[in-house]
């Protein structure tokens, strides 16, 4: 979270009163420096207003139902953010391109990968779609980005990843504590394939109560 400065408000205040400027602000602030149109809806912004801030150069319009605050300052994952954002709150950053965001191993994707739910039928340039539940331990927000749990994501990878990338992913999450080997035998044996993702992940994994 950021806290406005003068300059900042002054800027945002130029083209709507100070209520509006701070609660355009805080709603931004949630992800990033964007928000989506149902989210304004919901605190009471009509589409006219945002198309009118927008016209007055106080919001940008990234994609089809998300908008970004000029004032924000710009997000070194913006285009992940604004992507999560277009396909709803169940969908999530993924694969490769969750790696990017927990700075973990040498990814680096030619594409963005978003896994969503299987009745989503969306597409954007760019944007590697993978159709998935994922429940609420599966998802959580990391550097203000929407994303796969650290244990979807390397399990995830071990369907669709080279093996080098995802055992260098494995232990550099372990080094930095970003899971267990229980946490990610949990995963593994909460899958359908469980024996392949074990044998994928490379390192010896407890028992868990799934497999006793």
């Given at each position: 979270?950021?806290?406005?400065?003068?300059?900042?408000?002054?800027?945002?205040?130029?083209?709507?009163?100070?209520?509006?400027?701070?609660?355009?602000?805080?709603?931004?602030?949630?992800?990033?420096?964007?928000?989506?149109?149902?989210?304004a809806s919901f605190i009471g912004l009509s589409y006219r207003?945002?198309?009118?801030?927008?016209?007055?150069g106080a919001l940008e319009r990234v994609t089809q139902g998300?908008?970004?605050?000029?004032?924000?300052?710009?997000?070194?994952?913006?285009?992940?953010?604004?992507?999560?954002?277009?396909?709803?709150?169940?969908?999530?950053?993924?694969?490769?391109?969750?790696?990017?965001?927990?700075g973990l191993a040498s990814a680096m994707p030619l594409t963005?990968?978003?896994?969503?739910?299987?009745?989503?039928?969306?597409?954007?340039?760019?944007?590697?779609?993978?159709?998935?539940?994922?429940?609420?331990?599966?998802?959580?927000?990391?550097?203000?980005?929407?994303?796969?749990?650290?244990?979807?994501?390397?399990?995830?990878?071990?369907?669709?990843?080279?093996?080098?990338?995802?055992?260098?992913?494995?232990?550099?999450?372990?080094?930095?504590?970003?899971?267990?080997?229980?946490?990610?035998?949990?995963?593994?044996?909460?899958?359908?394939?469980?024996?392949?993702?074990?044998?994928?992940?490379?390192?010896?994994?407890?028992?868990?109560?799934?497999?006793?």
């Amino acid at each position: 979270m950021r806290f406005l400065n003068v300059m900042e408000l002054t800027y945002i205040v130029s083209s709507m009163t100070s209520g509006t400027a701070k609660i355009l602000y805080d709603l931004a602030d949630r992800h990033g420096g964007y928000f989506t149109t149902g989210e304004a809806s919901f605190i009471g912004l009509s589409y006219r207003q945002l198309s009118y801030y927008r016209a007055s150069g106080a919001l940008e319009r990234v994609t089809q139902g998300v908008y970004r605050l000029i004032a924000y300052p710009p997000h070194r994952h913006g285009d992940m953010i604004a992507t999560a954002l277009w396909a709803g709150p169940e969908s999530a950053i993924s694969h490769e391109s969750a790696l990017v965001v927990y700075g973990l191993a040498s990814a680096m994707p030619l594409t963005l990968h978003l896994t969503v739910p299987a009745a989503f039928r969306g597409k954007r340039e760019g944007v590697r779609v993978h159709h998935g539940s994922l429940d609420m331990a599966q998802r959580r927000v990391w550097d203000d980005v929407p994303i796969t749990s650290v244990e979807r994501t390397l399990t995830d990878l071990t369907q669709t990843a080279d093996r080098s990338l995802v055992r260098e992913a494995v232990a550099e999450a372990l080094v930095r504590g970003l899971t267990t080997r229980m946490q990610l035998a949990s995963a593994a044996d909460g899958d359908k394939n469980p024996s392949h993702i074990r044998r994928e992940l490379g390192i010896r994994l407890p028992a868990t109560r799934e497999r006793v």
